[in-house]
């Protein structure tokens, strides 16, 4: 019978953490939110407050767009105090254009919580960190590691595929999380912090998604990946699911002196919280529109927009007149940049002529 995965962990040969480590001291990104390793070894800590923040900002998205919004919020809000007493509506409009705005949300809550509960000081261990509001198994262990050196694996995407290819993994990363875990677990050395971040280091840069140079990375003796021949085979990727497809109307009412209606979404769902145009509900069907008032309507374009479970076709409707609705305000067409306003509505924004 043939053997899975996870029968197999125990012929997989342990991560050299000692080559990995000595790679990193050699090559590791200068990223502002770490601490490099010499500077790790003169005693020089992290910053608690800048992992916690950098590493929820990275989630489902890159470090190239993240590094300006780093710098946006350390520079605003240089504290998890500063963070926690800043309001919510103006840590949505810093957000605003990074996308998955619950983390945006569940963010200001935490350092909030950091700072009622916990003094301003975040906990040291991955156990209390999970505690907090937007702090997971991942982000809890990234943090514990890598400003305590807490001994607990920290396995991000990039490590994922590191290991998938190490173990030559036959299944999806996803059906095979515990194996990924306890393999990276079993290496982790005192210096868990410098490990963790080696480890992402090297997903990112050499065992990366559509390359593997092989010859400079220091797993490569014993990588069974690389043993296969083809070592961009691994992960093995999951079986694809279609995305549903919705539909809906946007209504960009422009006010004759230059504004432009907004309002904001509901507390709860999709975007919540966010400033929008108002809109109909995003239905499974296209629908015809029902304006909300009467006039000259006109037809600007579409706005296709993919989330992480549907892609979104919205038609912008645009017209002139000086109707506010029930809820919401009248923005400077020249001040959108201090709304909170998501991707997605910029997109409609800048569909019905709006730059």
Not at 158 to 174: E, Q
Not at 289 to 316: I, Q
Request: proline share 8%; aromatic share 8%; charged share 20%.
């Amino acid at each position: 019978m043939a053997q899975t995965a996870s029968t197999q962990h125990s012929e997989i040969a342990a991560i050299d953490a000692g080559a990995v480590l000595d790679w990193y001291d050699r090559h590791a990104r200068d990223l502002p939110w770490r601490v490099s390793p010499a500077d790790r070894a003169r005693g020089i800590r992290p910053n608690p407050y800048f992992v916690w923040l950098s590493e929820i900002m990275l989630q489902q998205t890159t470090i190239a767009a993240v590094r300006k919004y780093f710098a946006a919020f350390t520079s605003l809000w240089p504290t998890v105090e500063n963070l926690a007493a800043a309001p919510l509506d103006d840590v949505l409009v810093q957000w605003a254009g990074l996308g998955y705005y619950a983390r945006a949300r569940n963010l200001h809550a935490c350092a909030v919580a950091v700072v009622d509960q916990h003094g301003g000081v975040f906990p040291s261990t991955a156990a209390a960190l999970r505690d907090l509001p937007g702090i997971g198994d991942y982000t809890s262990a990234a943090i514990a590691a890598i400003c305590h050196d807490e001994v607990v694996a920290v396995v991000d995407g990039n490590v994922d595929r590191v290991v998938a290819r190490y173990v030559a993994l036959p299944s999806p990363v996803r059906e095979e999380k515990p194996l990924v875990r306890a393999t990276v677990q079993q290496a982790v050395p005192k210096r868990a912090g410098d490990f963790a971040q080696a480890m992402m280091d090297l997903g990112a840069t050499i065992c990366a998604p559509r390359r593997a140079n092989c010859l400079l990375c220091p797993l490569e003796p014993a990588c069974l990946g690389t043993k296969t021949g083809d070592p961009l085979a691994f992960p093995v990727p999951p079986a694809k699911v279609e995305k549903p497809h919705r539909h809906g109307h946007a209504f960009v009412i422009r006010h004759p002196e230059g504004k432009v209606f907004l309002r904001q979404r509901g507390p709860k769902g999709m975007l919540a919280k966010m400033t929008e145009t108002p809109g109909s509900p995003w239905s499974d069907t296209e629908t015809a529109a029902t304006f909300p008032f009467a006039g000259d309507w006109r037809a600007a374009g579409e706005v296709n927009h993919t989330f992480t479970h549907f892609h979104l076709t919205l038609t912008v409707w645009s017209v002139t007149a000086d109707t506010p609705l029930d809820e919401g305000w009248w923005a400077e067409e020249t001040m959108l940049d201090r709304e909170a306003l998501p991707s997605l509505f910029r997109k409609v924004l800048k569909t019905s002529g709006l730059e």
